[in-house]
């Protein structure tokens, strides 16, 4: 199960696993089609260019599979779709709940990862 | 750094601003479309569109990604996530610049900034987004299974979500601050009917209160000024909307009271060469159809302006 964006996905926990394992920088945003995800999908899409040294990929809020970001720690506190969480070397550096703007986004991206 | 110049700069790449710039590019004129957001507006945020005619179901999100991949075809440059510095409406020849330094010019300006959802602007309120305090009831209802939670406002969205969150929450109070509602009378009358529902006129939230998460709200009463605590676990905010112009406040171009831009029919603002349509101007109902319709009409107008003072531009192709 995937989400219909533009951005490469995460359908696994196993993918992802191999996914942090593989990339020093990942972003994921684990959402569905709705108004508080879209916008995050679309920043993400328009900052795949400008931060080339980051994996962004989306991942299914209610696939079972994506336990693997729901029940992450960071996210325990976390009642707003999506959940954004930011993996640096394998873990987690940053994660966010609900809508966040291109500013938001880029300041946790910078922070987490260094400039574009 | 050389300013770029386009036959018209739109600001705001919702379905007005879209279609606008997809009128005057088929017209071989030069246009580019910025956003401060991605393109598509309120557009992208809607689940199912399914009165665009054309179109018996389509995903605001599909629907917007059309709309800009057909700008684009026809040659619109499309800059999102951009920040305005400084703007010249009054000039023969407008001009703008962004942060980070780049400048344009332009013999006409568009403004299809929409509108966004209204923030309640209490303490506390950025802080708990997404760890108590949402503005989706279908997107975060059911993080509130077996919960309290609060509803604060008096509209029609705001009645049928605080109906429809009593399907989650255990008890809903709905917080409003005035001493009556603005919802249509059956929206009130599901209100009234259900048990789960609280309601709380002329009263308003003055702070959100908790450490990771939202745990309680300070209320004001506004009639008697008493202020006192709710405990509860989430607020989801539904105040109406507002235009995207706080960019225009203070210059010239005329806005009403509501801070939304006066146009005239055809979508001309109170300045030459500058014209308006979308979310953000001056009207009763916002619709994805009409502003398509007010994009069409500043995008002629605007191609007429241009040809009235330009004369190596191209006639428009319909």
């Known amino acids: ?116 | 750094m050389e300013a770029k110049h386009y036959d018209s700069i739109i600001i705001g790449a919702g379905p007005a601003g879209l279609t606008a710039g997809i009128y005057l590019s088929r017209a071989k004129a030069k246009v580019l479309i910025l956003d401060s957001g991605v393109a598509g507006g309120q557009m992208i945020l809607t689940h199912e569109v399914a009165n665009y005619p054309g179109f018996e179901s389509i995903s605001g999100y599909e629907l917007s990604n059309n709309m800009r991949k057909q700008a684009k075809n026809f040659g619109c440059d499309i800059m999102s996530g951009i920040s305005i510095e400084t703007i010249d409406f009054e000039s023969d020849k407008k001009s703008l610049s962004l942060s980070g330094g780049k400048r344009f010019t332009s013999d006409t300006i568009i403004l299809a900034t929409g509108g966004r959802s209204r923030n309640l602007g209490v303490a506390g309120e950025d802080n708990f987004k997404g760890r108590g305090i949402s503005y989706c009831a279908t997107c975060d209802g059911d993080f509130f299974t077996g919960r309290k939670i609060a509803v604060v406002g008096g509209g029609n969205s705001a009645m049928e979500e605080a109906v429809s969150l009593t399907k989650y929450a255990t008890k809903v109070t709905l917080i409003h601050q005035f001493d009556h509602f603005q919802a249509f009378q059956h929206a009130q009358d599901e209100v009234k009917a259900n048990p789960k529902i609280e309601v709380k006129l002329s009263s308003k939230i003055t702070s959100f209160n908790g450490d990771e998460k939202l745990e309680s709200v300070t209320v004001e009463n506004l009639l008697t000024h008493e202020n006192y605590e709710i405990a509860l676990d989430g607020v989801f905010i539904f105040i109406g909307y507002e235009a995207n112009t706080d960019f225009l406040q203070g210059r010239c171009i005329a806005l009403n009271d509501g801070q939304e831009i006066i146009t005239d029919a055809n979508m001309q603002t109170n300045i030459p060469g500058v014209f308006a349509a979308g979310d953000a101007i001056a009207k009763r109902y916002r619709q994805i159809t009409l502003a398509v319709a007010e994009g069409t009409i500043a995008a002629l107008n605007a191609m007429e302006y241009i040809n009235k003072h330009k004369s190596t531009v191209s006639q428009p192709v319909y």
């Not at chain 1, 995937?2 to 951005?7: A, G, S």
């Not at chain 1, 196993?14 to 990942?26: F, G, H, K, P």
């Not at chain 1, 991942?59 to 779709?81: H, K």
Request: aromatic share 8%; net charge negative; glycine share 6%.
């Open chain 1, 1 to 116: 199960m995937v989400l219909p964006t533009n951005l490469k996905h995460v359908a696994t926990a196993a993918e992802l696993t191999e996914l942090i394992n593989s990339e020093s920088n990942v972003m994921v945003c684990c959402g569905r089609m709705g108004p508080m995800c879209i916008p995050v999908y679309g920043i993400m899409e328009e900052l795949q260019d400008e931060y080339t040294h980051v994996a962004f990929r989306d991942m299914m809020f209610d696939s079972p599979e994506a336990s693997a970001i729901r029940n992450l720690p960071e996210c325990r506190s976390f009642m707003g779709l999506p959940f954004t969480v930011y993996f640096k070397d394998g873990k987690v550096a940053a994660a966010s709940s609900s809508i966040q703007n291109r500013q938001q986004i880029t300041t946790i991206l910078d922070r987490s990862f260094g400039n574009a």
